[in-house]
Nanobody, 124 residues
Framework: QVQLVESGGGLVQTGGSLRLSCAAS????????MAWFRQTPGKERDFVAA????????YYADSVKGRFTISRDTTRNTVYLQMNSLNPEDTAVYYC?????????????????WGQGTQVTVSS
């Protein structure tokens, strides 16, 4: 059974940085896509970034390009989201997600496994 456990959220000031972690277990993830989404109250879950575990290929939402970086540590089975130059619009619950297959996936419906989420709050 796939398990995803996020950590690293918190409160940060505008312009600051945070690094989120997602520890994955229960499968061999070499043919999986790992992703980060975020959600604010009353809104849909939005795509942030994704990574193909096999070769580290990455892609991002336009709103975070150049500020956020998704990466993986294959020895720890962990995916990271480094977030720099944060602003209040980045405030959300951030979720880690994964699904088998290496095609491009940017909607929450395309992912079947989710973590519990971690809150990121950026103060102005």
């Amino acid at each position: 059974q796939v398990q995803l456990v996020e950590s690293g959220g918190g409160l940060v000031q505008t312009g600051g940085s945070l690094r989120l972690s997602c520890a994955a277990s229960g499968r061999t993830f070499s043919t999986y896509t790992m992703a980060w989404f975020r959600q604010t109250p009353g809104k849909e879950r939005d795509f942030v970034a994704a990574l193909h575990w096999y070769n580290g290929y990455t892609y991002y939402a336009d709103s975070v390009k150049g500020r956020f970086t998704i990466s993986r540590d294959t020895t720890r089975n962990t995916v990271y989201l480094q977030m720099n130059s944060l602003n209040p619009e980045d405030t959300a619950v951030y979720y880690c997600a994964t699904e088998s297959g290496l095609r491009r996936r940017t909607t929450p419906q395309e992912y079947g496994h989710w973590g519990q989420g971690t809150q990121v709050t950026v103060s102005s």
